[in-house]
């Protein structure tokens, strides 16, 4: 009996998609990759439980068959997209709101239930979950884990595991576990194995369930954008925030080019793009939340605090709501979505270094140059603070890519690499919301050294064939040694 | 109206975006969640499609014609997906494939009756009787009601078209219909992809309107709204298609009619028709209003949910229609509503599958609400 068979009579013909077209819907993600790279599952399966997952998991592993699980798949860096070929689990059929508990603050849900879904469920709790990425309408919590991917919020509440207290996951044998703390808030016990979930694209094994910790949803929020003459005066004025003791709820720091990508609904409506003050190289947007009176406060200091910087509010505000829609409330005028627009003829590629706070000007400088010395289109840099309360942050170094040209998509590659290894020699990391993905794997040692050997015996613990996406974090051959 | 090839560019460009924006409103997605059945992987269909990379398979075709082409997706995308969808079908057509066998009989129909419902011309009349509405003819009218085949030959039905037909008397309105010879609006043959016949019978339909020198064509269907008013723009006439909601709603807010206002909580179902592609949303409200207590569903508007029942879905494909419509009358039941106010007749026929609540005509509640008529729309139309 094949595997495909007995997928079919473990799971039901429903549940198994056999046809080319239907593997071919499964195969791609936003990553920039020429049509030759393109390789279709050999199977898609529709799995609606953790028993569904497991069986599927069972058959794999006695036939050793890939497995490779996703979301949405609105992945930047391929980590959802079967490169071997198998069995691809689409696990957005397994959404349902099992729990909330409002008294404690959280939820448990299956894994393919989209971010926006969660929110959904919680809000008439006065609850909601603050890991936003801009795909949130799309992007499942399994996906948000194993990606590790950003949120518009993260200075306040910080990435995925901030509010990650527990999840079910079938491993690479089809054994279910549970690694977390169930529904406490945090732990001292044992190794934190969860947390190994964050960023590890479904290589360790499938997340079925998540319990989340949720927030109260602030009141008011206010949302302004300051403009800089440089990237380093946005850093230091954030700095300067956090030691006076505001709680910033979001800031995102865009170089001037960036601002264009989004800002499309100003666009829209006044045909042609924002205006900026010449001499500005950065822009700043920064939100508060909470209860009215303390918005108002924070914020008034904020812009009092702004003049030491040498920074100017941006008092237009068609400009920030565009820019806000665009990164939070996805409110478009019906039948004008900014993303088609944006990317009629090319892609979206990025790198997604991090580097010390300090020498963020200094990186953004070698973007330019590796952009320009790969030849590709700058859409621009910009920075996340998301670790609640600091001003560490994420980068998206953001170039367009056509993606049917062979020649530009290997220009993409060769500077998605270069800047993650000059993020190393800057002291710094290759990513910090795209995770690894097959476009890291290659040389992933420079940044981990010795301790790659180590989080491959993790990796042979949990998945002992390999089967378990194949060929992302680590190279295939390199993995079955 | 773009062949599939033409609309390659755009089909490049979902695949390159790939956001999935589409999927969160789709009614389809969201019962079968299946990433084929979503705009977003329906694309990437028609452009593994027309890239050679598969054949024509049962998937293929069931990716093309299960969607009710409700428009969603557009709401949420500047690409003209469901003018995709149309052009996908029409493609099927042209390469071989049969159309599906239910699809078939709604043609046969049409070409041989002038409506899809296999019901004689005559049957197109009869709802006027006693209504003493004159016929078109050249010059004598300002206004063509237009009564849409659906409405016009299914009995239950026949009401909502009366109740139209009495505000415009109240109005004022110098209008006429028809009678028999009120064409197909030719809104299937376009849904189903039979591009060519759809555009033959929209050449003849504007002569014919055209010949009557009227000002507006009013229409109480959706489904008759969006394609006349395409249709007539298309041809450059000068003729103004609207929708019997907004013919009517200016005697609601100027208060010329008398009405007695329930206390019953109702709500607005959005024809995907009517609303999101039609532009149609506060006029209905405005009546709502005027005579209940309204209450608004959480997906209202542009985001409103499709019934199920449109573009085919509810013939070729019955049980997900009757699925779409459960939830979209669970939806409007969280809202504590008893009646779903609505103002197509295939949404109200499909509503009504649903038991559980009331289902009523926009203008048959306005109508029952205005003082004279002596009904209580609280006790009307339980379905």
């Known amino acids: 009996m094949s595997y495909i068979d007995e997928l079919v009579s473990a799971l039901g013909k429903e549940k198994v998609l056999l046809d080319p077209s239907e593997r071919f819907v499964y195969g791609a993600d936003w990553s920039p990759r020429t049509p030759d790279e393109f390789v279709p ?19 794999a592993y006695a036939h050793e068959i890939p497995v490779t699980a996703g979301g949405g798949l609105t992945g930047m860096l391929g980590g959802a997209v079967p490169i071997y070929g198998g069995i691809y689990v ?29 929110n959904d469920a919680v809000q008439p709790y006065d609850l909601w979950l603050p890991h936003q990425p801009e795909s949130k309408w799309v992007s499942t919590i399994g996906s948000a884990i194993a990606c590790d991917n950003d949120s518009t919020f993260g200075v306040r509440y910080g990435k995925i595991l901030s509010c990650l207290l527990s999840a079910e996951i079938v491993t690479g044998t089809g054994e279910i576990l549970e690694l977390g703390h169930r529904k406490a808030h945090f732990t001292s016990s044992g190794y934190k194995l969860k947390d190994l979930l964050a960023g590890s694209e479904g290589t360790l094994g499938v997340i079925t369930e998540a319990t989340l910790k949720l927030e109260p949803i602030p009141a008011v929020r206010r949302v302004d954008m300051l403009v800089f003459p440089r990237m380093g005066a946005a850093v230091d004025y954030l700095s300067r925030l956090l030691k006076a003791g505001l709680c910033i709820e979001a800031a995102h720091i865009n170089c001037r080019q960036r601002l264009k990508f989004y800002t499309h609904s100003y666009k829209q409506k006044f045909g042609k793009d924002p205006e900026i003050p010449a001499w500005a190289e950065a822009l700043l947007a920064i939100a508060f939340a909470g209860d009215q009176e303390v918005v108002d406060t924070q914020r008034n200091y904020a812009i009092k605090v702004a003049k030491e910087f040498e920074a100017q509010l941006v008092e237009e505000r068609e400009i920030v709501d565009a820019w806000w829609a665009s990164k939070y409330t996805l409110d478009f005028e019906p039948f004008k979505q900014k993303w088609p627009d944006s990317q009629k003829q090319k892609k979206f590629g990025a790198a997604d270094p991090g580097v010390p706070v300090g020498r963020l000007e200094e990186f953004y400088h070698k973007f330019i140059q ?9 859409i621009g840099m910009n920075a996340y603070l998301e670790h609640p309360n600091s001003i560490g942050f994420s980068l998206s170094c953001a170039v367009f890519v056509d993606y049917r040209s062979s020649d530009e998509v290997k220009r993409f590659r060769a500077f998605h690499d270069e800047l993650s290894k000059l993020a190393v020699a800057f002291e710094g990391t290759m990513s910090t919301f795209m995770s690894d993905t097959y476009q890291k794997a290659p040389y992933l040692e420079l940044e981990h050294g010795a301790s790659l050997k180590y989080m491959k015996e993790v990796k042979r613990i949990f998945d002992p064939k390999g089967i378990l996406n194949p060929g992302k974090k680590f190279l295939k051959e390199e993995r079955r040694r | 109206m773009n062949s599939l090839e033409e609309f390659k560019d755009e089909l490049e460009t979902c695949f390159g975006t790939s956001c999935g924006f589409c999927e969160r409103g789709c009614p389809v997605y969201q019962t079968m969640k299946v990433k084929t059945l979503s705009m977003k992987g329906r694309n990437r269909t028609m452009l593994g499609l027309i890239q050679g990379k598969f054949e024509i398979t049962p998937a293929v075709v069931q990716a093309a014609f299960e969607c009710t082409l409700c428009g969603n997706c557009d709401r949420w995308c500047s690409l003209k997906n469901t003018e995709h969808t149309r052009a996908f079908r029409e493609y099927l057509l042209k390469h071989g494939i049969e159309p599906m066998k239910e699809h078939s009989s709604l043609l046969a129909s049409i070409k041989n009756y002038g409506n899809p419902w296999f019901q004689p011309r005559s049957a197109r009349n009869r709802w006027t009787r006693g209504l003493n509405i004159p016929k078109a003819a050249p010059g004598k009218q300002d206004v063509i009601f237009f009564a849409g085949c659906t409405s016009a030959v299914t009995k239950q039905l026949n009401r909502s078209l009366v109740a139209s037909a009495k505000l415009l008397q109240k109005a004022g309105v110098n209008f006429a219909t028809m009678g028999q010879d009120e064409p197909c609006c030719g809104s299937t043959l376009l849904r189903v992809g039979q591009t060519g016949a759809f555009k033959e019978l929209s050449a003849e339909n504007v002569k014919k309107f055209e010949s009557f020198g009227v000002k507006r064509i009013v229409t109480a269907c959706p489904g008759c709204y969006t394609t006349l008013k395409k249709m007539m723009e298309d041809a450059g006439s000068k003729i103004e298609v609207t929708h019997i909601s907004k013919e009517i709603a200016h005697l609601v807010r100027d208060g010329r009619l008398k009405l007695n206002k329930s206390t019953e909580r109702m709500t607005y179902h959005d024809p995907c028709h009517l609303g999101r592609l039609g532009g149609v949303f506060e006029e209905p409200r405005e009546i709502v209003r005027a005579t209940a207590t309204f209450v608004e569903m959480p997906n209202n508007r542009y985001e409103s949910r499709c019934c199920g029942a449109g573009a085919g879905l509810q013939s070729a494909f019955p049980k997900l229609s009757r699925d779409l419509a459960a939830k979209r009358v669970s939806e409007a039941k969280a809202t504590g509503a008893t009646t779903i106010v609505t103002s197509c007749p295939f949404c109200e026929t499909q509503l009504r599958t649903v038991p559980g609540i009331k289902v009523a005509d926009l203008m048959e509640l306005l109508l029952d609400a205005t003082d004279g008529n002596g009904k209580n729309n609280d006790t009307k139309r339980a379905s």
């Open chain 1, 90 to 118: 689409d696990t957005t059929t397994m959404n349902s709101v099992i729990e909330i508990d409002s008294k404690n603050q959280t939820v448990r849900v299956q894994a393919g239930a989209t971010l926006q879904e969660i």
């Open chain 1, 41 to 59: 599952p050999d199977v898609v399966v529709l799995p609606r439980t953790t028993r569904d997952i497991q069986r599927i998991i069972k058959i």
């Open chain 1, 370 to 378: 590796v952009a320009e010395k790969h030849n590709l289109e700058i």
